[in-house]
Nanobody, 123 residues
Framework: QVQLVESGGSVVQAGGSLRLSCAASGRSFSSYFMGWFRQGLGKEREFVAGITWTGSGTRYADSVKGRFTISRDNAKNTVYLQMNSLKPEDTAVYYC????????????????WGQGTQVTVSS
């Protein structure tokens, strides 16, 4: 069992930066693939970024490549999402999730989810 708690969401102007954190509790955090998803108002939840157990492998949605960076610190049981050059279309609730299957982009392959943190980018 893994519990996930996101933090760091805020209101920011377009072009600004935010860093989201996801703190995990429970056993074997380092054995899970971790992902960030987001869901805008009236939209479906979409994959944003993912990272392998060791942090050596990452994957990004095309819409955030070059702007967002995912990382993890297994000693702190935490995964991060650094978001730069934010755009109004990045406005969404951001969720972190854990998967014991693989570095996948589909939400149904993730076993555990946090409650989400709101990111609002004003133009």
């Amino acid at each position: 069992q893994v519990q996930l708690v996101e933090s760091g969401g805020s209101v920011v102007q377009a072009g600004g930066s935010l860093r989201l954190s996801c703190a995990a509790s429970g056993r074997s955090f380092s054995s899970y693939f971790m992902g960030w998803f987001r869901q805008g108002l009236g939209k479906e939840r979409e994959f944003v970024a993912g990272i392998t157990w060791t942090g050596s492998g990452t994957r990004y949605a095309d819409s955030v490549k070059g702007r967002f960076t995912i990382s993890r610190d297994n000693a702190k049981n935490t995964v991060y999402l650094q978001m730069n050059s934010l755009k109004p279309e990045d406005t969404a609730v951001y969720y972190c999730a854990a998967s014991n299957v693989g570095l996948l982009t589909t939400s149904d392959r993730y076993n555990y989810w946090g409650q989400g943190t709101q990111v609002t980018v004003s133009s």
